[in-house]
């Protein structure tokens, strides 16, 4: 049976490793993209164990030179390279005024130029297939804005500013570009939030819960099917109804 061959950045934990494990439930081959070494094996070895072919690669989004030689490597390894998710991403919150400007220059380093860094080193071979899927993980904040993450939202929006950019660039090598812009799930990221601020969140809720790994993991492997093809350039909104 034909598997197709899926890239999944930060992929060692939470929403990452959920892409990961579902997308290979759909007969994807993955590779497990993220910094640690160890956390990588775990997953991968996940993967195989529901029986798919995973390969990890130790993969900082921020670094060029990380990026070019672990996507050629990928590639030689695996063949291939149709979907990849942009989904490595971190937080160093503050409010603007007194933001230091490592912690901007960081979240913007790896969650917006990491996901051009990677896109550009992954496209070549998705042109030279005729076929290509790429969704990129923003977040809702990035469409609505939020006190006390001016980098982090800066990066969101970028991201979805990326996503058209892309899609219209690509759209003639049947390669599609779309974002998904996550609610609040419960993973590491919105663990060490204060209760006031889960609190908070959980009113502005209209379906009264917070998401899950798996309802973003759900919506990329739409994105990443046959099915999704006449979609590009789009944000789909996966919140729970918190932002519409
Ligand atoms: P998480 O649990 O904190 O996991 C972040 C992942 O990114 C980890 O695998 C981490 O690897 C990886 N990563 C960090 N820096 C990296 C780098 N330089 N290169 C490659 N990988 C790197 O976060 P999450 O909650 O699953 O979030 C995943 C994505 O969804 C992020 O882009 C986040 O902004 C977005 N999002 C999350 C929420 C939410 O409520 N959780 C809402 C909206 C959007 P290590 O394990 O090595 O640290």
Redesign the pocket.
Known sequence: MFHRVALV?????????EIALTLCRGNFDIIV????VE?NETVAEMIRQCGGKAMTLD????SEESVKKGVAEAIKQMGRIDVLVN?????RDGLAMRMKAADWSLVLQ??LT?AFLVSQAVIPAMIKERWGRIVN????VGEMGNAGQAN?VAS?SGLIGLTKCLAKELASRNITVNAI??????????EVLPKEVKDQMMAAIPLKRF?K?AD?ANTVKFLASEEANYITGSVLRVNGGMYM
């Open positions: 950045t930060g992929a060692s934990r939470g929403i990452g490793r993209a993220s910094p640690e956390n993969l900082d989004v921020s989904n490595a991403g971190i937080t790896i969650n990491g993980i923003a977040s809702v982090y969101k812009a996550p609610g609040f799930i419960e993973t590491d990221m919105t998401g790994p973003i």
